[in-house]
Structures are given as C-alpha cells and as structure tokens.
C-alpha cells in the first residue's frame, strides 16, 4: 500500500539529543563549579535518563515528575553535591536554543517533502520541541507537529497515535489509514513499538548498530539510507 504520510522523530532522529547533553554537561559543570566532566558521565546521565523516560512511556511517570528527580539521581551516580532541579532549569534553558542536526537530517527532510504529508512526533515540551525546529530550519517541512505534552500522551501510547490521526484526519474526504503511513525514528521502545502497535510501517534509524529490530521493521544506519527504506515501503 502506498504511502500517504511520514511521522519522523525528533530527538536523535532529527536533532541530536546525545551531542547537546555533552555540551551541556560539559559547560554546566563547569559554571557550576562541579567535577570537570568526563565522557563516562554521559554514559550515567544515558542510564538514568532512559530508566526514566520508559516511566513515561509506560505511564507510571509524569514529565513533570522527571524534571524534579533527573538531576538528584544522575549526581547521586556521578557522586556530586548539587542541588538537582536548580542543574535542571541549566539544562532546560540551554536545551530550548539547541538544535545540533543529527547527519543527513536536511537531506531527509528534502527528499521527502512534498511527496508525502510530514508529521513530527515527538515526546516532550511543547513549545520548546517547535522552538528548536524553528531555529533548526525544519519547522516549515512538517504539515503538522505531534508533541507529547500537548497531545496529553507518549509514544508508544494508542492515546498518541489516536490523537494524530484525528487531527491528520480532520476534513479530509479519503482517510488516511495507519497503513498508509510510516514511523521514523530511533527508539525501539517509543517510536517502533508505538508504530507497530498501531499498525504502521515502521523505521528504525539504528544509531546503535548492536540494536535487533522486530520483524517486519525497516533497518537504516543513516538517515541518508531511510530514504532507500521509505521508497522500498512506498508500493
């Protein structure tokens, strides 16, 4: 069945997530006065961050409940004395003015507007999500924009996709059938498992080259090679 839309990611998808957190620790510690940061602190902040944010995506935690503990438990790991949320409104406030593009992701955006409806599907602020694809430059490739705080549910939530598909839907004469579209991004847990469970084609863009895709989900190790894998569902 063709394609008629394309729901893409946006952190580590679109804009790396993993390189402004670096940057962030890096630069915070320091006006902070804290440890000198190392790269193994971005391993513990990778652990304790994803254990969150499937709470999240198994809705036994709220975002703002995140934003309260993050920081506390990443210190507790890192073995610093800080006070967590005061290290969280750094982090947040840098966050909402960064947007590092992964690889490719121009390209992506280019070879596929156009010819199919673009729909961003995030999970996270609102308004700081929309800011960072404004000041990125790919905010005017989306037709429309999908993100969790508004939506009032996560990826993989049913709740998400419903919410989608209505307004994708709204006075539109042919519906567009989950079928009909394909989930872009880079977590297994949030982005394939949300696709496939509401019965779209999926994509995984395998910045991990150790992680095994279910059945039946495209493989890309570039966001380049998406393209290839989104003409091979197109049929």
Request: glycine share 8%; aromatic share 12%.
């Amino acid at each position: 069945m063709a394609l008629r839309a394309i729901f893409i990611d946006i952190d580590n998808t679109l804009l790396s997530f993993d390189e402004y957190v670096k940057q962030t620790m890096r630069e915070g510690f320091a006006h902070f006065g804290l440890k000198t940061y190392e790269p193994w602190m971005y391993d513990k902040f990778t652990q304790v961050n994803n254990g969150l944010w499937r709470q999240i995506e198994d809705a036994t935690l709220t975002f703002g409940e995140l934003t309260k503990i993050r920081w506390n438990r990443v210190f507790e790991e890192l073995g610093i004395d800080f006070d967590g949320p005061t290290f969280e409104t750094y982090f947040r406030g840098a966050l909402y003015d960064s947007a590092i593009p992964e690889e490719g992701a121009y390209e992506l955006l280019d070879a596929l507007k156009g010819n199919y409806l673009l729909c961003a599907a995030s999970n996270g602020p609102y308004e700081q999500q929309l800011h960072r694809l404004e000041i990125a430059g790919m905010r005017e490739a989306f037709d429309y924009v999908f993100i969790s705080e508004k939506v009032g549910a996560a990826k993989p939530s049913e709740k998400f996709f419903d919410y989608a598909f209505a307004d994708l839907n709204a006075g539109r004469t042919g519906q567009i059938t989950p079928q009909e579209c394909m989930m872009i991004g880079d977590s297994l847990t949030s982005d394939i498992k949300g696709g496939q469970m509401y019965g779209m084609k999926t994509c995984l863009y395998r910045r991990k080259k150790d992680l095994i895709a279910p059945e039946g989900v495209l493989v890309a190790d570039s966001l380049r090679e998406v393209v290839s894998r989104v003409h091979e569902a197109d049929k």
